[in-house]
């Protein structure tokens, strides 16, 4: 089994609390499902957040979903002219016998335009 990272983000339409659970929820379910994860595969977890949220922390969405033995940490994103606004993203350290190549990162709503590089992104479409 190795340690592998895992990228994830999601652009929020508003700083609301339940819509910012609702989407890093999303996400994190997204990350789990995309690369055959459980819980218990996660080491640990960092989420960021752009300056323009304030309405909740990140992690605790992730504490919903079961993760309350994971260490989790937020911080805050680097304020880079031009950068989209209201973006949570994740690196989540997992175990698992994907090889790295094989690992899917997921960029939701608007934040897939992040990483247009990658051709395993996979986006959900904005609503």
Same mark, same amino acid.
């Given at each position: 089994?190795?340690?592998?990272?895992?990228?994830?983000?999601?652009?929020?339409?508003?700083?609301?609390?339940?819509?910012?659970?609702?989407?890093? #929820?999303?996400?994190?379910?997204? @990350?789990? $499902?995309?690369?055959?994860?459980?819980?218990? %595969?996660?080491?640990?977890?960092?989420? =960021?957040?752009?300056?323009?949220?304030?309405?909740?922390?990140?992690?605790?969405?992730?504490?919903?979903?079961?993760?309350?033995?994971?260490?989790?940490?937020?911080?805050?994103?680097?304020?880079? #002219?031009?950068?989209?606004?209201? @973006?949570? $993203?994740?690196?989540?350290?997992?175990?698992? %016998?994907?090889?790295?190549?094989?690992? =899917?990162?997921?960029?939701?709503?608007?934040?897939?335009?992040?990483?247009?590089?990658?051709?395993?992104?996979?986006?959900?479409?904005?609503?």
């Amino acid at each position: 089994m190795a340690v592998r990272a895992v990228r994830g983000a999601t652009q929020l339409d508003t700083d609301e609390r339940e819509h910012l659970l609702g989407r890093v #929820e999303e996400m994190v379910l997204d @990350v789990m $499902r995309s690369n055959g994860l459980s819980v218990d %595969d996660f080491i640990s977890v960092i989420f =960021t957040a752009t300056s323009d949220i304030h309405s909740e922390f990140p992690a605790y969405a992730a504490r919903q979903l079961g993760f309350g033995d994971v260490p989790l940490i937020c911080s805050r994103e680097l304020e880079i #002219e031009g950068s989209l606004p209201l @973006v949570v $993203r994740m690196m989540a350290h997992v175990e698992t %016998d994907l090889p790295r190549a094989d690992i =899917t990162h997921c960029y939701l709503h608007g934040a897939a335009s992040l990483r247009k590089d990658l051709t395993r992104v996979r986006s959900v479409p904005d609503e």
